[in-house]
């Protein structure tokens, strides 16, 4: 049995994470901000830094997903703060706790291919340089607030994800809504590539890395075929029965959802070169397999 500490136990990853390591066995902590309510929980407040080392005594591998929602409203220049800096400081604090526990934890620190910017039809790996924008920026501190750790020889992975294809939640989410309707068509020409990975693998990847301290530093978690959107609308269509041709102007996008529009259209073609070298396997390795296990419940709920 392994002890795993999450932290954002309550999103759409750390949930399905949480419920999959039990499944198998394992113990799962779940650090929250509120007063504890269970045995299965623990105090933190990552905004002051505070993490008690002695919280990690029994501890195997954290798996820090903590951070204030990227898609979930519009990018005031106060949000963007709170983008920036709840990651910062919750890996600031995970990273000071495992250091003060004095044990050799395994760290799996959430990431993402917003790194790598907009790339056009550049094919992306774990060694690409990273590129320009605010998620850029935002993820190089990310994974910079952990790096120390990595450098003094701390077992630290960079999960960098990609698109999480669920109707539960996420950037994937609205495109289903919308699909329903009838609006799913492509944005614009639909050309920029998107790194879908279902729900499923994003989880299995997690677990994979937990299982996995040797492989550290960044890894992509994203679906072994990267589409172009206009693809991913036409699967959505075909899988919901719905139209999915007419287009979005960029423009109305950007009406709609501000400034977030600029990464909504960036090009990742993001590649799990590292995933698929050490020996993962996706189960939903397609483009129309994620969408099916994307749209499962969508369609029976239609």
Same mark, same amino acid.
């Given at each position: 049995? &392994? ?8 999103? !759409? ?5 949480? *419920?999959? @390591?039990?499944?198998? %066995? ?10 504890? *309510?269970?045995?299965?929980? *623990?105090?933190?407040?990552? =905004?002051?830094?505070? @993490? ?12 820090? !997903?903590?951070? /204030? %929602? ?11 703060? /709170? ?14 706790? +495992? ?10 620190? #959430? ?5 790598? %910017?907009?790339?056009?039809? $550049?094919?992306?790996? $774990? ?21 120390? @750790? !990595?450098? *003094? ?19 994937? /989410? ?7 309707? %009838?609006?799913?068509?492509? +944005?614009? !020409? ?14 299995? =990847?997690? &677990? ?14 994203? #679906? ?7 693809? +991913? ?28 529009? #600029?990464?909504?259209? /960036?090009?990742?073609?993001? @590649? ?31």
């Amino acid at each position: 049995m &392994t002890v795993v500490a999450i932290t954002g136990a309550s999103g !759409l990853i750390g949930s399905a994470l949480t *419920r999959s @390591l039990r499944d198998r %066995g394992d113990r799962v902590i779940r650090f929250v901000r509120r007063e504890t *309510r269970s045995a299965d929980e *623990r105090r933190w407040d990552p =905004a002051t830094g505070l @993490l008690d080392p002695a919280s990690l005594a029994d501890i195997d591998t954290v798996v820090n !997903l903590a951070g /204030a %929602g990227i898609g979930d409203r519009r990018w005031s220049t106060e949000h963007k703060r /709170a983008i920036l800096r709840s990651r910062v400081d919750a890996t600031r604090a995970v990273v000071g706790a +495992i250091e003060g526990s004095g044990r050799g934890i395994r760290l799996v620190n #959430g990431s993402a291919v917003g790194i790598y %910017g907009d790339r056009g039809d $550049e094919i992306l790996t $774990e060694t690409s340089d990273p590129g320009t924008g605010f998620l850029s920026e935002v993820v190089r501190a990310w994974e910079g607030s952990a790096q120390p @750790l !990595l450098d *003094r020889g701390g077992s630290v992975a960079f999960a960098r994800t990609g698109i999480v294809a669920s109707p539960s939640g996420g950037a994937f /989410a609205p495109l289903i809504r919308l699909t329903k309707f %009838g609006l799913g068509g492509p +944005i614009g !020409l639909g050309r920029f590539y998107w790194p879908l990975i279902s729900l499923a693998d994003e989880v299995s =990847a997690l &677990t994979f890395l937990i299982d996995r301290p040797d492989l550290t530093g960044p890894v992509n978690l994203t #679906g072994p075929a990267p589409a172009r959107q206009r693809d +991913i609308a036409r699967a959505l269509g075909t899988a919901m029965g719905r139209p999915a041709f007419l287009p979005a102007p960029p423009l109305a996008v950007r009406i709609v959802v501000g400034e977030f529009a #600029g990464e909504i259209t /960036a090009s990742q073609r993001a @590649l799990p070169t590292r995933l698929t070298e050490a020996g993962f396997a996706h189960q939903h390795p397609t483009l129309a397999e994620i969408v099916r296990s994307a749209t499962a419940d969508a369609i029976t709920s239609a």
